[in-house]
């Protein structure tokens, strides 16, 4: 019998995995704990930065936020920026 985990587990999971990529690229990161349109806060030299975090890329998902992180199901993160200047910031958007 093959274990299933629910969305919510799933997106949970997802956005620890995002926080411990941000922190390695040196961001100050805030986590969302009650219900909201930001998963997470993320800083860094200044610049105050809405995280939403996906696990399938959808262009909806960064209306109101500045970056989209996509976690893809073998855990590897791509980043989505609104605007060129916020993705440099990131290692890999």
């Known amino acids: 019998m093959s ?5 919510s587990a799933i997106g949970a999971q997802n956005e620890y995995l995002v926080v411990c990529d941000l922190l390695r690229q040196s961001f100050r990161v805030f ?8 998963d997470l806060i993320a800083t860094k030299r ?5 995280v939403q975090v996906k696990s399938v890329m959808s262009r909806s998902a960064l209306r109101g936020n500045d970056v989209l992180a996509v976690v893809a199901s073998d855990g590897r993160i791509r980043y ?3 605007t060129r200047r916020i993705a440099k910031k990131f290692e890999n958007s």
């Open 46 to 50: 200044g610049l105050i930065l809405r």
């Open 31 to 38: 986590k969302n704990v009650a219900f909201g349109p930001v």
């Open 3 to 7: 274990k299933t985990k629910c969305p």
């Open 80 to 82: 989505r920026a609104r």
